[in-house]
T-cell receptor, first 115, second 110 residues
Framework: NAGVMQNPRHLVRRRGQEARLRCSPMKGHSHVYWYRQLPEEGLKFMVYLQKENIIDESGMPKERFSAEFPKEGPSILRIQQVVRGDSAAYFC?????????????FGPGTRLTVT | SQQGEEDPQALSIQEGENATMNCSYKTSINNLQWYRQNSGRGLVHLILIRSNEREKHSGRLRVTLDTSKKSSSLLITASRAADTASYFCATDPRNTPLVFGKGTRLSVIA
């Protein structure tokens, strides 16, 4: 049973370009979470999705950022018109059910560098 | 502000010694989890302790939870070089999204 997959592992974008980060949850998991981690910091929650629905996007910036989890295919975190401050590691996690009582399984992350 | 705050920020010990890391949080929780992150990698779940539990063991790991003090500790016994990593506590004050602290960077010197 493959774990959470994320691609690409590393992504370099120039300021103003778009970044698309993909996350395939563990098989059977329908809950996906995106987190951002700055150097020497903990993970900051961005958005929680179930299939075709955004459940909680309270941690996601209102502008330039969007996320989706379609019925088929991976979850996508999209950052438009990237700026240097978007440089970070973005982690996706999935869980079998909702609620903090169920552990979240993390992917290896995508390291975004904006030049 | 962070819900979970780990202490110390960094810890360096000799192989074979025990390592203790602490986590404090501010609001009531349903459970608390500890994760490990090796440099440049994703997080690995270590242990989950529910709010009605006081202590939990998993191999060389021992986690305690004191809800009256809103604190938890992670003890790694007989540490190994491979335990070198950052350790994060995570709480679920709003039930679903986890809130992580900044972590404790543990270095185990062989």
């Amino acid at each position: 049973n493959a774990g959470v997959m994320q691609n690409p592992r590393h992504l370099v974008r120039r300021r103003g370009q778009e970044a698309r980060l993909r996350c395939s949850p563990m098989k059977g998991h329908s809950h996906v979470y995106w987190y951002r981690q700055l150097p020497e910091e903990g993970l900051k929650f961005m958005v929680y999705l179930q299939k075709e629905n955004i459940i909680d996007e309270s941690g996601m910036p209102k502008e330039r950022f969007s996320a989706e989890f379609p019925k088929e295919g991976p979850s996508i975190l999209r950052i438009q018109q990237v700026v240097r401050g978007d440089s970070a590691a973005y982690f996706c996690a999935s869980s079998l059910t909702s609620g903090g009582a169920h552990e979240q399984y993390f992917g290896p992350g995508t390291r975004l560098t904006v030049t | 502000s962070q819900q979970g705050e780990e202490d110390p920020q960094a810890l360096s010990i000799q192989e074979g010694e025990n390592a203790t890391m602490n986590c404090s949080y501010k609001t009531s929780i349903n459970n608390l989890q500890w994760y490990r992150q090796n440099s440049g990698r994703g997080l690995v779940h270590l242990i989950l302790i529910r709010s009605n539990e006081r202590e939990k063991h998993s191999g060389r790991l021992r986690v305690t939870l004191d809800t009256s003090k809103k604190s938890s500790s992670l003890l790694i016994t007989a540490s190994r070089a491979a335990d070198t990593a950052s350790y994060f506590c995570a709480t679920d004050p709003r039930n679903t999204p986890l809130v992580f602290g900044k972590g404790t960077r543990l270095s185990v010197i062989a």
